[in-house]
């Protein structure tokens, strides 16, 4: 049975930071995609970030590039997205997410449950 359990989100300020981190059982990020997706207050969920599962490819969303790194840590099959300069439009549930594919921005397999982030002003 797979489980991803998002932890990290919180209230932050606008132009702080957060690190969320993605735990993952039942699957490792040795051989799926591992990627973050978001969706604030009356939107779609929308992609944000995804690394390969080898080889160190990442994909960012315009708004994150530059901002946001996607990262792991294989030793501890976690998955993991820091998130500088954050601004008010980041607000939003951020999900994990892993899939055998890549690249890949829509269909994953798995999903988390979800962790809020909140930037205020």
């Known amino acids: 049975q797979v489980q991803l359990v998002e932890s990290g989100g919180g209230l932050v300020q606008a132009g702080g930071s957060l690190r969320l981190t993605c735990a993952a059982s039942?699957?490792?990020?040795?051989?799926?995609?591992g990627g973050w997706f978001r969706q604030a207050p009356g939107k779609e969920r929308e992609f944000v970030a995804a690394?390969?599962?080898?080889?160190?490819?990442?994909m960012y969303t315009a708004s994150g590039k530059g901002r946001f790194t996607i990262f792991k840590d294989n030793s501890k099959n976690t998955l993991y997205l820091q998130m500088n300069s954050l601004k008010l439009d980041d607000t939003g549930v951020y999900y994990c997410?892993?899939?055998?594919?890549?690249?890949?921005?829509?269909?994953?397999?798995?999903w988390g449950q979800g962790t809020q982030v909140t930037v205020s002003s």
């Open positions: 997410a892993a899939t055998p594919a890549w690249p890949q921005t829509e269909e994953y397999d798995f």
């Open positions: 039942g699957l490792t990020f040795n051989n799926f995609t």
């Open positions: 690394i390969r599962w080898s080889g160190g490819g990442t």
